[in-house]
Nanobody, 122 residues
Framework: VQLQASGGGLVQAGGSLRLSCAAS????????MGWFRQAPGKEREFVAA???????YYADSAKGRFTISRDNVKNAVYLHMDNLKPEDTAVYYC?????????????????WGQGTLVTVSS
């Protein structure tokens, strides 16, 4: 599967953004999907995941502010982000994995998009 992330941009603190990740291939519904992010000078970290069955899981930093969803007809996964903070500034990556369960581990994800930059100004 090939992934293309989009939707990043510059937003003020407290604002919202929706990231999209378009996937190629006819088996998208069989993949678990995740969003990760990498801030300047930091390691990439897990943000949110959604299983092939629609179960979701969030990093503590994302709980209550971010929502991950998927549309298996459009072959897409989304990350809706509300109440953004300057510390959310990062390159956001979508990723796909083929296990049955959710995963927060980068090593499980075999397919990655190119990343989209989110900048939150204070």
């Amino acid at each position: 599967v090939q992934l293309q992330a989009s939707g990043g941009g510059l937003v003020q603190a407290g604002g919202s953004l929706r990231l999209s990740c378009a996937a190629s291939g006819r088996t998208f519904s069989s993949y678990g999907m995740g969003w990760f992010r990498q801030a300047p000078g930091k390691e990439r970290e897990f943000v949110a995941a959604i299983s092939r069955f629609g179960a979701t899981y969030y990093a503590d930093s994302a709980k209550g502010r971010f929502t991950i969803s998927r549309d298996n007809v459009k072959n897409a996964v989304y990350l809706h982000m509300d109440n953004l903070k300057p510390e959310d500034t990062a390159v956001y990556y979508c990723a796909a994995q083929q296990s049955w369960s959710l995963s927060t581990q980068e090593r499980v994800y075999g397919y990655w998009g190119q990343g989209t930059l989110v900048t939150v100004s204070s």
